[in-house]
């Protein structure tokens, strides 16, 4: 489906000048105003008389069709964005200006086909009443501030009949004789300014003249030109329904429709389409914030739209209010709790020993980081993500941050030479989002939270035997939706799903484990936790969209007396756009006043910061085999039998799929062994060649000198001054039975008589969740005299 230029270029409106923006713009077309001032003469038609008489001045006496307003200037012109031409229309009547000799009649002329253009200018206005000023001087200040702000820039006053009051009292002395007509000819063709003065001689000065002081003498008696006293309300009974956004400052400027795509490459000026289309403006700010300096607003996009189909409807008004105030200064700011709700906070780990036990504690803390208590902060505060291609506007909002958390210094087990380690990061990021002409915005937050617990015998944590790696998940959205627009109260809801949880979710996404046990049911509670609180956001949001926001602290859009309002758009830039039409107008009072009602409201509910612990252990993994030695072993001897032997002491057989078997070598008798180079053979246990060949080794699994493993291998190290380490492993899978041994058997000369470490080291079948090697352990050797 082709979208419609039209509608691309409206969901492009903004409230942005060149360097700042307006709080809210409401905007309505040339046709929509003439329109409606047609409205008003049918439904008053007292406003369509004329009846003025000075008797230095003249007269004026007639009825009046309803004006026209041409935006942005006269026919043909470049627009102009801070003019308008308001043109009377006089249906009949006829004007009466003195003659300046009094003996001479006076000259009257037939009003009817008079068409007065008058320009209108529409920059700010600004009256200061000076305390300081003189009496006279402060009383006119004071009475031209008191007439503009109750006649003219009324804040939040949209009605047909202020806007009326204003442009009737235009400035008289600014005609635009171009745009005029008067009367006719003798041949009926219009009459022009140069024509009737050439008829009327100093008429160019008495008709402005006469003009200016009928207006300012009306102005006197709070009358418009037309001789009609308005009674319109002050501006803090405009909408009883109080405006989320009370406008407090107001300017107003022309916009021009343009689009190359239908042929309108510039704006133009006219009564017809394309020039109806043009707009009038009412820009304002609330709260008393300030007007940007730059008044022009930013051409972005249009206000207005034409038919997409023969006899379709337009688009004659919009209201846009800026997301810098909707969204930064309303909406978002309530949502920032569901911000402090998605963070996990990993708090400081700790390391327990207990004897060859060693225990890593942690813990986490869900919606609290235990320094920023208050979702209000700024810490929790959306930032805007910008487009690349136009950098000045936010096509999105973000939360985001990072906690890390890691255990400094390591832990250290003296007893059994265990070293562990913990680190832990959770990052967060909840996105605020639109699609441009949809109606409503989504939520979302993902939090992943993820430690690294490892175990190791070196401080340096290299080649740990244990580790814990775990990833844990949050998902949660929602929608906020703008269900409908209702006698100018915009009706949010809320989509958090059935249960209203924000459909939240919480999968382990990675779980390494060795050595160690994970904590149960984690996810479970982190979900738990993140409901119990997002649920209860939920629960508040929707109280105050749907109930306080029907009051004072909902979006009641200004104006809501005057306009109907209809089908709420998001823009590109995350405006709220509206589209409105006049309400058909109240011949029993001119603005309508319901009763007035307030309403506070509610805070999102305060969490505390609480930690949930938990742990785990390092489980060292030690031999599966009792290891000894043939006791006693004599020391100082040129050759003895050694055995070391692993025993399976359990109920079950265990299997082994190697070992390695450390003894130091030093020749003059300061180690176990003086040795240093050794071959495999094979003998009965107890019945060594002792006449052989001494320093030979074998590893069996009985006396008779069967092999144990399917490979042997002796390797000699390196020396550490006059001792050199001699390993003696095995390879190959073996099962050991209960009660059946493995045997390192060595005949070879010992070491003068002490006690000497043995270092044996158990690799075992790989198997899920464990080590597949024992750390090293030590056997005392004791050489006897």
């Given at each position: 489906m082709v979208v419609d230029s039209d509608t691309t270029l409206r969901l492009r409106t903004s409230t942005a000048t060149a360097h700042g923006h307006y709080d809210q713009i409401v905007a309505v077309s040339q046709k929509i105003i003439n329109e409606s001032f047609d409205n008003l003469y049918e439904v008053y038609p007292e406003y369509g008389v004329v009846n003025f008489s000075n008797r230095r001045v003249g007269d004026i006496k007639g009825n009046l069709n309803s004006p026209r307003l041409l935006l942005g200037g006269g026919l043909g012109s470049d627009i102009s964005l801070t003019s308008a031409l308001y043109v009377m229309r006089f249906k009949d009547g006829q004007i009466s200006i003195p003659?300046?000799?009094?003996?001479?009649?006076?000259?009257?002329?037939?009003?009817?086909?008079?068409?007065?253009?008058?320009?209108?200018?529409?920059?700010?206005?600004?009256?200061?009443?000076?305390?300081?000023?003189?009496?006279?001087?402060?009383?006119?200040?004071?009475?031209?501030?008191?007439?503009?702000?109750?006649?003219?820039?009324?804040?939040?006053?949209?009605?047909?009949?202020?806007?009326?009051?204003?442009?009737?009292?235009?400035?008289?002395?600014?005609?635009?004789?171009?745009?005029?007509?008067?009367?006719?000819?003798?041949?009926?063709?219009?009459?022009?300014?140069?024509?009737?003065?050439?008829?009327?001689?100093?008429?160019?000065?008495?008709?402005?003249?006469?003009?200016?002081?009928?207006?300012?003498?009306?102005?006197?008696?709070?009358?418009?030109?037309?001789?009609?006293?308005?009674?319109?309300?002050?501006?803090?009974?405009?909408?009883?329904?109080?405006?989320?956004?009370?406008?407090?400052?107001?300017?107003?400027?022309?916009y021009g429709y343009k689009n190359p795509d239908k042929g309108v490459p510039k704006p133009v000026i006219s009564y017809d389409p394309p020039g109806d289309l043009n707009s009038f403006l009412y820009c304002e700010m609330v709260s008393n914030h300030e007007l940007p300096s730059d008044k022009q607003l930013a051409g972005s996009g249009n206000f207005t739209a034409q038919a997409t189909e023969i006899g379709g409807p337009r688009i004659d008004g919009t209201y846009v209010l800026s997301h810098q105030l909707f969204l930064e200064t309303f909406l978002l700011p309530m949502l920032q709790a569901f911000n402090k709700t998605s963070i996990i906070f990993p708090n400081t780990p700790s390391f327990s020993a207990s004897g060859g036990d060693s225990t890593i504690y942690w813990s986490y803390a869900i919606g609290n980081d235990g320094q920023h208590q208050d979702s209000t902060n700024d810490f929790f505060k959306f930032q805007p993500v910008y487009d690349p291609e136009t950098p000045a506007d936010a096509t999105s909002y973000q939360f985001k941050t990072e906690y890390k958390n890691k255990l400094d210094p390591i832990g250290h087990n003296t007893n059994s030479?265990?070293?562990?380690?913990?680190?832990?990061?959770?990052?967060?990021?909840?996105?605020?989002?639109?699609?441009?002409?949809?109606?409503?915005?989504?939520?979302?937050?993902?939090?992943?939270?993820?430690?690294?617990?490892?175990?190791?015998?070196?401080?340096?944590?290299?080649?740990?035997?244990?580790?814990?790696?775990?990833?844990?998940?949050?998902?949660?959205?929602?929608?906020?939706?703008?269900?409908?627009?209702?006698?100018?109260?915009?009706?949010?809801?809320?989509?958090?799903?059935?249960?209203?949880?924000?459909?939240?979710?919480?999968?382990?996404?990675?779980?390494?484990?060795?050595?160690?046990?994970?904590?149960?049911?984690?996810?479970?509670?982190?979900?738990?936790?993140?409901?119990?609180?997002?649920?209860?956001?939920?629960?508040?949001?929707?109280?105050?969209?749907?109930?306080?926001?029907?009051?004072?602290?909902?979006?009641?859009?200004p104006g809501n007396g005057t306009f109907n309002f209809s089908d709420p758009q998001v823009g590109k830039t995350g405006e709220i756009l509206a589209t409105l039409e006049y309400k058909p107008l109240d011949t029993t009072s001119k603005i309508p006043i319901p009763a007035p009602t307030t309403a506070q409201m509610n805070a999102m509910k305060y969490f505390g910061f609480e930690p949930k612990q938990v742990n785990a252990p390092g489980i060292t993994p030690t031999s599966k085999l009792n290891w000894s030695y043939n006791k006693p072993v004599k020391g100082t001897q040129n050759a003895v039998e050694l055995l070391i032997q692993g025993t399976n002491k359990g109920s079950t057989a265990i299997t082994l799929k190697g070992i390695s078997i450390l003894l130091n070598s030093e020749p003059k008798g300061r180690a176990p062994l003086t040795g240093t180079n050794f071959s495999v053979q094979k003998w009965k246990i107890g019945s060594p060649d002792n006449k052989g060949k001494v320093d030979v080794y074998q590893i069996v699994s009985d006396n008779d000198g069967t092999a144990a493993f399917a490979s042997v291998r002796f390797v000699k190290g390196d020396k550490v001054g006059d001792v050199t380490p001699l390993t003696f492993s095995g390879a190959g899978e073996v099962s050991v039975a209960p009660g059946a041994a493995i045997t390192l058997a060595l005949y070879a000369g010992t070491g003068v008589p002490n006690t000497y470490d043995v270092t044996i080291t158990e690799t075992w079948p790989q198997t899920d969740g464990q080590a597949a090697q024992s750390l090293p352990q030590t056997l005392k050797l004791i050489l006897s005299p």
């Open positions: 003659a300046d000799d009094d003996d001479d009649p006076d000259q009257v002329e037939d009003l009817a086909g008079w068409n007065l253009a008058v320009t209108i200018d529409l920059g700010e206005q600004s009256v200061v009443v000076n305390p300081d000023a003189d009496p006279d001087t402060k009383a006119d200040q004071q009475a031209l501030w008191d007439f503009i702000h109750n006649k003219f820039d009324v804040p939040g006053d949209y009605s047909v009949a202020r806007l009326y009051a204003k442009l009737a009292d235009a400035h008289w002395s600014n005609f635009d004789y171009d745009n005029s007509q008067f009367g006719y000819n003798p041949d009926k063709t219009p009459r022009s300014w140069a024509q009737l003065k050439k008829q009327f001689v100093g008429i160019d000065i008495s008709l402005p003249f006469m003009l200016k002081n009928w207006a300012t003498t009306q102005e006197k008696k709070g009358l418009t030109t037309t001789g009609v006293k308005f009674s319109l309300p002050p501006p803090d009974e405009i909408d009883p329904n109080t405006p989320t956004f009370q406008p407090t400052a107001l300017i107003h400027q022309v030479g265990t070293y562990g380690s913990f680190d832990a990061t959770a990052t967060t990021q909840v996105d605020f989002k639109w699609t441009p002409g949809n109606a409503g915005f989504s939520l979302s937050g993902t939090t992943v939270y993820k430690y690294d617990l490892e175990w190791s015998e070196n401080w340096d944590m290299v080649r740990p035997f244990g580790w814990l790696r775990e990833t844990f998940q949050s998902t949660w959205s929602m929608n906020i939706n703008i269900v409908s627009v209702q006698d100018g109260i915009l009706k949010l809801g809320v989509d958090a799903g059935t249960s209203k949880d924000c459909n939240t979710n919480v999968v382990q996404t990675q779980t390494e484990r060795q050595q160690t046990w994970s904590p149960e049911g984690q996810s479970e509670s982190i979900r738990s936790s993140i409901v119990n609180q997002i649920g209860s956001h939920v629960q508040t949001l929707e109280t105050n969209l749907a109930q306080e926001f029907q009051t004072s602290a909902q979006f009641v859009y």
